[in-house]
């Protein structure tokens, strides 16, 4: 157990409908971090935030949003869902100030399916 | 840089033989590597990463090296045993060092 939750751990939706991911990092970790990962495909990184604040920013679509909260949870936003969303979503955090040299320790991650 | 090349994309070794990993990146100002192993279906698990101050990290069957000169880094792993079967993915900082930028991993698998 890395510490970080995610919460649903599954979601079946349809398309167009709009669907919301939460993640709570690791106690004292202030940045997290949103990837995509598709059937037998590699990790893409969609959005990092820290300490409240959009950090960086990666291949994430319009239709997808995130933010940080003050009790620094975080949520992604997937709007519009197309068939092609369906993907295992995970959220990652570190300690540090967000840069890419902090260790990242994933959540269990959320399975949407769109159908 | 933002590409992070990793090889082989599939391996198949007997129980009890070595397996390596290789991962090439693009930013020589790069400093930080890690692994991670993939079980099917759960979340990526760091299994070992390594600085660019040094050439050469060990944790029991698992090893990293780090070559800074040809900008590429090797996951070792000795005495395989069927639960090392999972995909491996190699990471390195992307553009900025805002980002991980992971590679597209290798799936491991340990016949006994």
């Known amino acids: 157990d890395s510490g970080v939750t995610q919460t649903p751990k599954h979601l079946i939706t349809a398309t167009g409908q709009r669907v919301t991911l939460r993640c709570s990092p690791r106690s004292g970790d202030l940045s997290v971090y949103w990837y995509q990962q598709s059937l037998d495909q590699g990790l893409q990184f969609l959005i990092q935030?820290?300490?409240?604040?959009?950090?960086a920013k990666g291949n994430i679509l319009e239709r997808f949003s995130a933010q940080q909260f003050p009790d620094l949870h975080s949520e992604l936003n997937l709007s519009s869902l197309e068939l092609g969303d369906s993907a295992l979503y995970f959220c990652?955090?570190?300690?540090?100030?967000?840069?890419?040299?902090?260790?990242?320790?994933f959540g269990p991650g959320t399975r949407l399916t769109v159908l | 840089g933002e590409n992070v090349e990793q090889h082989p994309s599939t391996l198949s070794v007997q129980e009890g033989d070595s397996a390596v990993i290789k991962c090439t990146y693009s930013?020589?100002?790069?400093?930080?590597f890690p692994w991670y192993k993939q079980e099917l279906g759960k979340r990526p698990q760091l299994i070992i990463d390594i600085r660019s101050n040094v050439g050469e990290k060990k944790d029991q069957r698992i090893a990293v090296t780090l070559n800074k000169t040809a900008k590429h880094f090797s996951l070792h792993i000795t005495e395989t045993q069927p639960e090392d079967s999972a995909v491996y993915f190699c990471?390195?900082?992307?553009?900025?060092?805002?980002?991980?930028?992971f590679g597209t991993g290798t799936r491991l698998l340990v016949s006994p």
């Open positions: 930013d020589s100002a790069s400093n930080y």
């Open positions: 990471a390195a900082p992307g553009r900025g060092f805002q980002k991980l930028v």
């Open positions: 990652a955090s570190s300690v540090g100030s967000g840069s890419s040299t902090d260790t990242q320790y």
């Open positions: 935030y820290y300490n409240g604040e959009e950090r």
